[in-house]
């Protein structure tokens, strides 16, 4: 278990107040990356994490590059053996121990993502049969609850850690399920802490048309956050990927292996910005901009605090405006006073897709600087 803090370091905590958030009673924003381990968070059947993945010196990069948060993308099966009598896993909770340690070194604060529920299938709003069995069964829905509870126990009091994102894209159109699930959760994180932001996302809904909408789960907390996630315009940020066939597909995953086709331009007056604004594929910055304020100005509905938990791009073998995006959508989500990270920095594997890689150097150095940029 990490050191507590007393009563009196409640200002150490970060808060919700109104649709800002607030450390030690100044307005916050947070800013920084997703961090993964790419050797672990896909497979089902491991359930521990690669516990030499993250390192001071990443922690120590971040730092310098101007960053002040990181999402954290962990599983629940970290934390639960997958075999009965199914103890809490000492192992789970050491490695967690360190990173914490060593975020807190370098004056980043951790939002833990459950990124996987219990039986560690990948949910992403992607609805197949092996996902589904976690929908099914009310016992590994009350283990994933059980885990929540008992990181909360031992992390209550440690402030380094300022938000819990309950769960990552959840693959149910079984709204109500979704809903009773995260107020389970809600519930089971206020026994023990009163301190730490919740974040939820949205869930999918079939309405009585048979039409389908996204909502976010209604709960009593106050110190509620919205987590949205941004990738639009998908025919742009995500070209050349084999794996998109829906609207509800994955954001993650394979390389892109094609040219980019798809253009972002600001499509000012200028020579440069002439050929990209006549292609016949081209996205404009002013649509771009507008979207986002749209899926802002509905996560807040006036009240609610709202972080972009997520974006990224696929980087192709041409650049058509992948550096535009990327800088666009940071200052347009500062501008909006919701903060960002990238998605994502990530272990030993490097690709053609969204990553930055930790240990032997980066995979897109101009990600990193860019973002850092926008972080100063």
Known sequence: MTSGAHAADIGQFVSVSGTRLALNNQ?????????????????????QPTLTWLRDKDFADLEKSGFNSA???????????????????EAGFKWLDNVIALAKRHNIKLILDMHMPTGGVQQD????DDNQAFWNDDWAKGRFVD?????TRRYANEPTVWAYDAMNEPATTDFKAYQNLM??????????????VIMLQKGMKINDDGS????????????????IHFYQPTDFTLQGATWLNSPTSSLRGESSTTDAAIFYCHCEESDDEAICCNHSSTTAASDLSLNLQNMVAEAQSSTHAVVLTEFGLLWPKKLTGQPDWIVDVAKLASNLGIGWHYWHYTGTTCSQSFNL?????????????LLSEAAK
């Open 183 to 196: 107020r389970s959760v809600v519930n089971s994180i206020r026994l023990y802490d009163d301190s730490h």
């Open 147 to 151: 885990v929540w509870r008992e990181i």
């Open 212 to 227: 389908w909408s996204m909502e976010y789960p209604q709960t009593d907390d106050a110190n509620i956050v919205r987590s």
């Open 27 to 47: 307005t916050w924003m947070p800013v920084g990356m997703n961090l993964m381990d790419h050797e672990t968070i896909w497979d089902v059947k491991k359930t």
């Open 125 to 128: 709003y992607q609805i197949n």
């Open 71 to 89: 999402r954290l993308v962990v599983k629940s099966d970290y934390f639960q053996d997958v075999d009965p009598p199914h103890k809490f896993s």
């Open 357 to 369: 890689k930790t240990l032997y150097g980066v995979c897109h150095p101009m990600t990193l600087r």
